[in-house]
T-cell receptor
Framework: RKEVEQDPGPFNVPEGATVAFNCTYS??????FFWYRQDCRKEPKLLMS???SGNEDGRFTAQLNRASQYISLLIRDSKLSDSATYLCVVNTNAGKSTFGDGTTLTVKP | DVKVTQSSRYLVKRTGEKVFLECVQD?????MFWYRQDPGLGLRLIYF???????EKGDIPEGYSVSREKKERFSLILESASTNQTSMYLC?????????????FGPGTRLLVL
């Protein structure tokens, strides 16, 4: 079993839709959590950190459930420019990051 | 703005050649990382470094070595390239902060080993 597992995708949604991605992690000692975005043939870039209390950045909401060891990303009012691969990332206290394989989102007109 | 640069965007090498991939960051970050990314396998950590002259093996170090002689520079070395090392190689850097660090990635090097 992988340390970090994501929804397999791909997700194909129309513009304006709401879409949610889940990610589960197996290491209960994990300390911090992130969502990265990776455009086709580009490097990953931080989308948002995920805090225990949940956090929102515009149309994006991230939540963490430590008891069940999963994090989620909700995208409201999807835009064409949201099309990308979304990577779930989990850090241990030693600073080592484990990446999920990513979930591909395609937003269509 | 953090900038991480990699020496080449595309590289073609032959089996058995020695390959050097260089990464430079300009934000005085302590931590530097080398990953490879393959379809269906995601990003896998090859080596990382917490400080100058320090290195730690990641999940897939076999066939690779690294060098960090200066804080801003982290090199990945393929001693004898093989076809199964054809991949996208990504370098990243981060500050040290108890696990909350954001990683900043370079643009990647697409390596083809023939």
């Amino acid at each position: 079993r992988k340390e970090v597992e994501q929804d397999p995708g791909p997700f194909n949604v129309p513009e304006g839709a709401t879409v949610a991605f889940n990610c589960t992690y197996s290491n209960s000692a994990s300390q911090s959590f992130f969502w990265y975005r990776q455009d086709c043939r580009k490097e990953p870039k931080l989308l948002m950190s995920v805090y225990s209390s949940g956090n929102e950045d515009g149309r994006f909401t991230a939540q963490l459930n430590r008891a069940s060891q999963y994090i989620s990303l909700l995208i409201r009012d999807s835009k064409l420019s949201d099309s990308a691969t979304y990577l779930c990332v989990v850090n241990t206290n030693a600073g080592k990051s484990t990446f999920g394989d990513g979930t591909t989102l395609t937003v269509k007109p | 703005d953090v900038k991480v640069t990699q020496s080449s965007r595309y590289l073609v090498k032959r089996t058995g050649e020695k390959v050097f991939l260089e990464c430079v960051q300009d934000m005085d970050h302590e931590n530097m990382f080398w990953y490879r990314q393959d379809p269906g396998l995601g990003l896998r950590l090859i080596y990382f470094s917490y400080d100058v002259k320090m290195k730690e093996k990641g999940d897939i170090p076999e066939g690779y070595s690294v060098s960090r002689e200066k804080k801003e520079r982290f090199s990945l070395i393929l001693e004898s390239a093989s076809t199964n090392q054809t991949s996208m190689y990504l370098c990243a850097s981060s500050l040290t902060g108890g696990g909350q660090e954001t990683q900043y990635f370079g643009p990647g090097t697409r390596l083809l080993v023939l």
